[in-house]
């Protein structure tokens, strides 16, 4: 007996120290207080059995003023604590669950905003693509037809800029070398040096040798008027 009380001292003395709530602290200082007067009881009665008043002992029952009836006393308060934990720990497992719920929540919305931003992204990478390159197959598409006169000037120092400055020099190869050279030809000067720009240069020699058949002819007109 002394030993279990020893235990439910030391256990009382933890409780004691941990986070409690109003109605907590109000229903344990109600237990200790019917747990003192059970000790008491308990205690004079052990004497009185050691003492062989047995009698006694019964008497103190039937009026009352037993072990029993302290035990009841303590009773209360006891069951009071634990319907206030397990009332505590399930506005915990609830408080836990709408916690658990409100982060799930975050996640999926950060998910979604992020999966947003990575389409917006993903579509202003494309555009920025998709726009230049269209602008040099334009481009392209009207020196096929004749049109060498319109430049891209995009300044861009990526590969798409490397390839609307090679499409520029394209146009002015046209321009320089091919149109200027003809209309100067077609109002009768052939007299226009064509360089080659390498010893690949396909497009310089047939000028040259358009430059020179058109100045035979002019010289044949010539003699023979």
């Known amino acids: 007996v002394a030993d279990n009380l020893s235990t439910i001292d030391k256990e009382i003395a933890a409780y004691r120290q941990s986070y409690l709530n109003p109605p907590e602290a109000a ?3 109600r237990f200790e207080s019917a747990y003192v007067e059970y000790q008491g009881l308990l205690q004079g009665e052990m004497s009185q059995i050691h003492a062989g008043h047995i009698t006694s002992v019964a008497d103190d029952i039937r009026s009352g003023r ?9 009773d209360a308060p006891l069951g009071e604590l634990i319907r206030l934990a397990v009332n505590l720990a399930q506005q915990k497992k609830q408080e836990e669950e709408r916690i658990f719920s409100n982060a799930a929540n975050l996640m999926l919305a950060l998910g979604g ?5 990575a389409l917006g992204l993903g579509g202003l990478i494309s555009r920025s693509i998709s726009k230049p390159l269209n602008q040099v197959v334009a481009l392209l598409q009207e020196m096929s ?3 060498v006169s319109r430049r891209l000037k995009l300044e861009r120092q990526d590969e798409i800029g490397v390839l609307a400055a090679a499409t520029d020099g394209l ?4 321009k320089v070398f091919v149109a200027m050279p003809l209309r100067r030809m077609a109002a009768g000067d052939v007299s226009t040096e064509i ?8 497009i310089a020699p047939a000028m040259k040798e358009i430059a020179g058949s058109l100045s035979s002819i002019a010289a044949e007109v ?3 008027s």
């Open 27 to 29: 229903e344990l200082l």
């Open 66 to 74: 037993s072990t029993r009836s302290a035990q009841e006393r303590a």
């Open 113 to 117: 905003a992020g999966m947003m931003f």
């Open 145 to 147: 037809v004749g049109k």
């Open 171 to 174: 146009g002015d190869v046209f």
């Open 195 to 202: 360089v080659p720009k390498d010893s690949d240069d396909e």
């Open 222 to 224: 010539s003699r023979m």
